[in-house]
């Protein structure tokens, strides 16, 4: 069943983060559903503009949907990820999504605040919520690549001004993750002073963790020794993730890691079958793949067994 964001938030607030995961074809979405079943938990399907090209929105669309009628039992909400003002007018008047993420963090504060406030505006009317993002991560998101020396943290003080005046539901802030598959080169991690200062400026206010992939060390060790060329680097550490949601960080988002498992399947299936063609035999290790680190994740998250809480909360 497709809900609305928020209501997912009201239940996980202090308690646990909800996965937020990007989907891109069949096998990322038939994966996707199979680990939240089996881990019995509420997600967030993440769509792109990069999706929305690649796969045709209308073909997402169509995916999930059916999807929705093949897993009765599962709850979802669709948020459009990283998106400019034109997509999220599109999606808001589409009547599909939960919610969007209006992504004006490289603007000047003031220009990021009116641009956020017309989205909310629009989307309030169509009762969907908004998530924007303050500050600014590390590594390449869409077409805007930040150099990670520039990064800077989300400001406490700002985040108050910012969400009083630009009316958006969650806030993406810039807590020292950053996108992509290089994150940290040494024992950076989520800086927490952060977090709980811009807490206690926001109480009860939804926060939203981007680049928050793991980048398994085991995982690139695997892609490499099939052939693979990615360097040394490092995650999130996904235990930090409870913690971070215990201090409001409602929404995790997640996509590089799934990008990972699909490689590294890829890579060893070809490997060990050189004279294989037929991609449906590594798409069904894949999707399994998939479904496990999902359920493993959700686990980390709290999220797991929390459906029963959420189908209450959406009852009443
Ligand atoms: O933060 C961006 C997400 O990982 C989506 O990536 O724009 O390549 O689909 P994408
Ligand atoms: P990762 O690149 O760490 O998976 O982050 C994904 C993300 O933030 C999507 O918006
Ligand atoms: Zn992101």
Redesign the pocket.
Known sequence: MIVPTSKLFEVAYGKFAIGAY?INNAEQTMGLFRGCIDSKAPFII?ISRGARSYTEKRLLEAMIRAAEAIFPETIFAVHL??GDEATCHECIESGFYSSVMIDASHEPFAANVALTRRVADHAHQHGISVEAELGMLGGV?EDIAVDERHACLTDPDQAKEFVARSHCDSLACAIG?S??AYKFSGGQGIHFDRVKAIRERLPGFPLVM????SVPKEEVDRINAAGGQLKGTA?VDPHQYLPAAKLGVCKV?????GRLVWTRVHREYFRDKPSEFDFRSPGKIFMAEYAKFIAGRNALLGSANQLDAVRTRIAR
């Open positions: 990007n993440q990820d990283h998101e993750t996108h992509g981007h680049g928050s992939s995650g988002n997640i996509d590089t890691d």
